[in-house]
């Protein structure tokens, strides 16, 4: 069974996947991604594991500390990208992802590198610990706040090394900010 999502056609030539943070709903992106590209085709699943009673996308054994094969497993499937009808609309496919939804569009780059055309994501973390498979020019800008509790300190640099060895075009900023969105990220995101 796949899990709720929206489809929303779109007119422009470009699919954004959305995936939303910890305890949001499928819905929660999509004034961002309207501002961000207003024709975009988008496709917003819900994230299907609970911790607390509040979706996400995949479990964590503890804050900050992401259970890898729990993120692995959820796949594509788990996101609804291949349930019937939904083809018509991936390409090009970019994930916008925020927080947990972050980390989600990083597992589907490191385990399935084929599938994402690139990649927004505010306020990821590196889960892996290990080189990033080929992302070829990419773009995979990523935005992180200076007081971000949720994020490990660091997290920039080593993102930012790890996606230039898989030759992806990452471009990170660290924003005086914490771990909620800022007008600063709608700027940055955009361009």
């Known amino acids: 069974m796949n899990p709720p999502h929206l489809?929303?056609?779109g007119l422009e030539d470009l699919t954004l996947l959305l995936l939303h943070g910890r305890g949001e709903e499928e819905g929660s992106l999509l004034p961002l991604a309207r501002t961000l590209h207003p024709m975009a085709h988008l496709l917003s699943?819900?994230?299907?594991?609970?911790?607390e009673g509040v979706p996400r996308f995949f479990r964590q054994h503890r804050e900050g500390v992401l259970?890898?094969?729990?993120?692995?497993a959820k796949g594509l499937?788990?996101?609804g990208v291949e349930a019937p009808g939904h083809h018509a609309f991936l390409r090009p496919l970019v994930a916008l992802g925020y927080s947990n939804g972050a980390n989600m569009?990083?597992?589907?780059?490191?385990?399935?590198p084929h599938l994402l055309d690139g990649?927004?994501?505010?306020?990821?973390?590196?889960?892996?610990?290990?080189?990033?498979?080929p992302l070829e020019g990419r773009p995979v800008p990523f935005l992180l706040g200076a007081q971000d509790l949720l994020v490990p300190p660091g997290?920039?640099?080593v993102l930012g090394e790890r996606l230039e060895w898989a030759r992806a075009r990452a471009e990170g900023h660290l924003l005086p900010a914490g771990h909620a969105l800022t007008?600063?990220?709608?700027?940055?995101?955009?361009?």
């Open 7 to 9: 489809v929303l056609p």
């Open 45 to 51: 699943p819900q994230g299907q594991s609970l911790e």
């Open 67 to 72: 259970d890898l094969e729990d993120l692995k």
């Open 77 to 79: 499937a788990t996101l």
């Open 105 to 112: 569009a990083l597992g589907l780059l490191f385990h399935h």
């Open 119 to 133: 990649a927004i994501l505010l306020r990821p973390m590196e889960p892996f610990g290990k080189p990033y498979p």
């Open 155 to 157: 997290t920039a640099e």
């Open 183 to 191: 007008p600063e990220d709608l700027a940055l995101a955009r361009g």
